[in-house]
C-alpha cells in the first residue's frame, strides 16, 4: 500500500498566487517526520522544509510552510507569493523507524508545478 | 566540504553486464540510501542502510545488492543489468531533519 500520497500529478498557478500541495502519509510508527523536496529541472534535489510528529508547531522556512494535520495525517506545503523560480517538481517524503534503528526514508510520486506569468 | 559524492555520473550498459554505483558521504551520517527515479513514479527506494553494518530492503530491491563498506561508503550494485533499471539513481544520506542527495547517476541499460 502506498504510504505517501500526492494526488496533484501536475498543477498551474499564476505568479504571486499563493500554492498549495498536497501529501498524506500512513504510518503506525509514533515517531516520523516529513519533507518537501524540489527538483528543478537540472534535477538536483533541493530541501525545503522538516516537520517531526511530536512537534507542536507548524514548520516554516521563509516562503514554505508545512500545514501539518495529524489526525487527517496530511503535511501540505504552501509555498507563500509564488515566483517565476518555483516551477519544478515536489516530491513530500516521510521518515519512520529511526527510534527502532530503522531509519526508512520513502518518498511519494511527486506534484509538477508550473507558474504562470 | 564535498557532502555526498556518487560515481559514475553517466553510464551504459549491455543487459547482461554488471557495474557497481559508488557512494560517499564526509558528513559523519549513520544513514544512507539509495534511490531509482522514473518519470510518474517519483523516488523509489532501492536500499537503505540504517548504520555501518546493516542493510535493508525498501521499496524496490529485486535486482541489486549493495554493500555499506564502512561509515562513509555504500555502494549498489547491479549484478545483470536489464533494461527495466535503466533510471536515474540518486545516493542520499541523513542525521536527524536533512536528507543529503548526490548528484545523480543516469543509466543506461540497451
Known amino acids: 500500500a502506498q504510504k505517501i500520497t500526492q494526488t496533484q500529478p501536475g498543477m498551474f498557478v499564476q505568479e504571486k498566487e499563493a500554492v498549495t500541495l498536497d501529501c498524506t502519509y500512513d504510518?503506525?510508527?509514533?515517531?516520523?517526520?516529513l519533507f518537501w523536496y524540489k527538483q528543478p529541472s537540472s534535477g538536483e534535489m533541493i530541501f525545503l522544509i522538516y516537520q517531526g510528529s511530536y512537534d507542536q508547531q507548524n514548520a516554516t522556512e521563509g516562503r514554505y510552510s508545512l500545514n501539518f494535520q495529524k489526525a487527517r495525517k496530511s503535511a501540505n506545503l504552501v509555498i507563500s507569493a509564488s515566483q517565476l523560480g518555483d516551477s519544478a517538481m515536489y516530491f513530500c517524503?516521510?521518515?519512520?523507524?529511526?527510534?527502532?534503528?530503522?531509519?526508512?526514508?520513502?518518498f511519494g510520486k511527486g506534484t509538477r508545478l508550473h507558474i504562470l506569468p | 566540504n564535498a557532502g555526498v559524492t556518487q560515481t559514475p555520473k553517466f553510464q551504459v550498459l549491455k543487459t547482461g553486464q554488471s557495474m557497481t554505483l559508488q557512494c560517499a558521504q564526509d558528513?559523519?551520517?549513520?544513514?544512507m540510501y539509495w534511490y531509482r527515479q522514473d518519470p510518474g513514479m517519483g523516488l523509489r527506494l532501492i536500499y537503505y542502510s540504517a548504520s555501518e553494518g546493516t542493510t535493508d530492503k525498501g521499496e524496490v530491491p529485486n535486482g541489486y545488492n549493495v554493500s555499506r563498506l564502512n561509515k562513509r561508503e555504500f555502494s549498489l550494485r547491479l549484478e545483470s543489468a536489464a533494461p527495466s533499471q535503466t533510471s536515474v539513481y540518486f545516493c542520499?544520506?541523513?542525521?536527524?531533519?536533512?536528507?543529503?542527495f548526490g548528484s545523480g547517476t543516469q543509466l543506461s541499460v540497451l
Open positions: 558528513m559523519n551520517h549513520n544513514s
Open positions: 542520499a544520506s541523513s542525521e536527524g531533519e536533512k536528507l543529503f
Open positions: 517524503a516521510m521518515r519512520e523507524g529511526w527510534m527502532n534503528r530503522d531509519d526508512k526514508i520513502i
Open positions: 504510518t503506525s510508527d509514533p515517531s516520523y517526520g
